[in-house]
């Protein structure tokens, strides 16, 4: 692997690895589980049907290859037996040529220091959480695509990203906040004025160094290593587990209506003590 790019070779790869290729001129990545022979298990969204769009939040063009990956190359039907196989709900088998769409391969690191972590110009290629063992990791990313799915793709809260992290360290959010680096990023960076932004994307002012790095001390906050609103969860529990979090998310919902039909008691009753006002005032 190289030290600057985290680029790998196909014969270097060991299963269980994260692995991910560019797309569209290195501005998105799409990720996966290596499980070894030749494929990766990967999440993908019915084309056509994200339930978010990246033109929505981040881009003003859409990018191709986000959607979905295909058992087709090129206009030919891929030669391996396993590649385009989808039991699960989003969870696809993909060969190492078509999950790379004639891009290169790279590896997520993880474990990594808070300064390495801090000076990677982008997010989405490694994390300071740990990866659990790689027949943990291959047996979560084989259950989810033999059985279980990885719930609805959304491409800020769920995407491919956060599939590879959960089969890599079994951690997810406990509230609807997608564990994505390159979401995080691409958020961070959208928020930039624009006089920042100009300055962020330069490589020879001093004023672009400074503001890649305080951008990276921030996106380290956003870090699955570092944050406290996560939960370990095991790949058999996985459902159940979505299944409460969106109970509470419907309880979150029920009491912000509740608070809202109080606000609005209060807004009538205060209406009513105001005619009644008006009435004693017009009685004398």
Not at 121 to 126: F, H, K
Request: glycine share 10%; proline share 4%.
């Amino acid at each position: 692997m190289s030290p600057l790019s985290n680029r790998v070779k196909e014969e270097d790869l060991v299963a269980g690895d994260h692995v991910y290729s560019w797309r569209d001129f290195f501005f998105y990545a799409h990720h996966g589980i290596y499980v070894g022979d030749g494929v990766v298990i990967n999440f993908t969204a019915p084309p056509g049907k994200l339930t978010a769009s990246i033109d929505d939040h981040f881009a003003s063009g859409s990018i191709p290859g986000v959607s979905s990956l295909s058992s087709t190359r090129g206009g030919k039907t891929c030669p391996n037996p396993r590649c385009g196989k989808k039991p699960g709900v989003g969870v696809v088998v993909s060969c190492l040529n078509c999950f790379q769409d004639k891009g290169s391969l790279y590896c997520y690191k993880y474990g990594v220091s808070k300064i390495a972590f801090q000076c990677h110009i982008r997010g989405g290629t490694c994390t300071t959480a740990k990866s659990d063992p790689a027949s943990v990791v291959i047996h979560r990313a084989n259950y989810l695509f033999e059985k279980g799915g990885f719930g609805n793709y959304n491409l800020i809260k769920n995407n491919c990203e956060d599939f590879a992290l959960y089969c890599k360290t079994g951690l997810l959010t406990i509230d609807d906040k997608g564990r994505s680096g390159q979401i995080a990023d691409l958020a961070r960076v959208k928020m930039l004025p624009k006089k920042m932004k100009a300055k962020f994307f330069s490589n020879t002012q001093e004023s672009g160094k400074k503001c890649r790095r305080k951008h990276g001390v921030g996106r380290y906050a956003a870090d699955i290593g570092v944050r406290r609103d996560v939960r370990k969860v095991p790949v058999e529990d996985l459902h159940n587990f979505r299944r409460l979090e969106n109970d509470i998310q419907d309880n979150d919902n029920s009491t912000q209506d509740d608070e809202n039909d109080l606000q609005d008691d209060d807004n009538s009753t205060q209406d009513d003590e105001n005619d009644l006002q008006d009435d004693d005032e017009n009685d004398l």
